[in-house]
């Protein structure tokens, strides 16, 4: 596989490029590349540029906190780059929320313990659905994060539709 000029590698070879989540998610699965990546560069439009995948290539992962009669869920959504997830139409009426916006950044990081910009569908807690866009499900290898800002995963759009708790539907505004 070669998206981009990134120098790809089973993600079970090099766990030290995954965050510790990750590295245990992706134990044993085939077909989980990971490659390297300058950590200034984790952001979506400079790594696309820097490395040469297209944006249609790349997904963002975002983690909402949804709120209904005091209590809060967590959930991910997985959009790709060139797209947005309706967080306040689509994804709050499939969670059943009054109030939905994007986790704080303190919880994302300490409740996946993952990087703030490298979070990731691959390794979040036990229970929390993973709603995967359409475009994502469908893609044959999209480039994600690796649960740190360091490096990069490619995997199947199908590989992530079929998740633990993932739900295909129809994200993007």
């Known amino acids: 596989m070669a998206i981009g000029t990134l120098e790809w590698a089973k993600a079970g070879e090099r766990p030290d490029l995954l ?23 984790a952001d979506t439009a400079a790594f696309c540029e820097r490395y040469g995948v297209a944006l249609s290539e790349s997904a963002n992962c975002v983690i909402v906190a949804a709120k209904r009669a005091g209590e809060v869920r967590y959930a991910a959504c997985l959009v790709l780059a060139t797209t947005r997830a309706d967080v306040n139409g689509v994804v709050r009426r499939h969670l059943d929320a009054r109030k939905i916006s994007f986790a ?14 490298g979070i990731t ?10 709603l995967v866009d359409e475009a994502v499900a469908a893609h044959p290898e999209v480039v994600i994060g690796s649960g740190v800002r360091r490096s990069k995963l490619a995997v199947a759009g199908s590989l992530l539709a079929g998740l633990e708790n993932a739900e295909v539907l129809r994200l993007a505004s």
């Open 104 to 117: 704080p950044q303190d919880d994302a990081v300490g409740l996946t313990g993952m990087e703030y910009g």
């Open 19 to 41: 965050a510790e989540p990750v590295a245990r998610a992706t134990a044993g699965l085939d077909g989980v590349l990971v490659a390297p990546i300058d950590p200034e560069l």
């Open 121 to 130: 569908p691959l390794g979040l807690p036990a229970g929390w659905p993973v």
